[in-house]
Nanobody, 113 residues
Framework: QVHLVESGGGLVQPGGSLRLSCAASGSIFSTIDMAWYRQRPGKQREWVAQ???????HYEISVEGRFTISRDNAKSTMYLQMNSLKSEDTGVYYCNVPRTPIWGQGTLVTVSS
């Protein structure tokens, strides 16, 4: 069973940057796809980005060009580098193993001046 723990959230001004991390337990990390989701205030949880086990990446259109998803299989960790942050990026960010009920506890990102 994979266990996920997110970190790196916080308060940042518009235009700023944050890097989120998702640390995974277990020995299968390198063989599985991983994804980031977020839940913005008053909205349903939504998909943000995905990285396959082979390193192929996909992004939701509103974050493409600003966010970069990556992984370090040696550290069993996935990252989300978020640049040019906007107030509408505020929310709780979750990591997930796609097509499974495996979720982290979430990390709060607040973009505000």
């Amino acid at each position: 069973q994979v266990h996920l723990v997110e970190s790196g959230g916080g308060l940042v001004q518009p235009g700023g940057s944050l890097r989120l991390s998702c640390a995974a337990s277990g020995s299968i990390f390198s063989t599985i796809d991983m994804a980031w989701y977020r839940q913005r205030p008053g909205k349903q949880r939504e998909w943000v980005a995905q990285i396959t086990s082979g390193g192929t990446t996909h992004y939701e259109i509103s974050v493409e060009g600003r966010f970069t998803i990556s992984r370090d299989n040696a550290k069993s960790t996935m990252y989300l580098q978020m640049n040019s942050l906007k107030s509408e990026d505020t929310g709780v960010y979750y990591c997930n193993v796609p097509r499974t009920p495996i979720w982290g506890q979430g990390t709060l990102v607040t973009v505000s001046s």
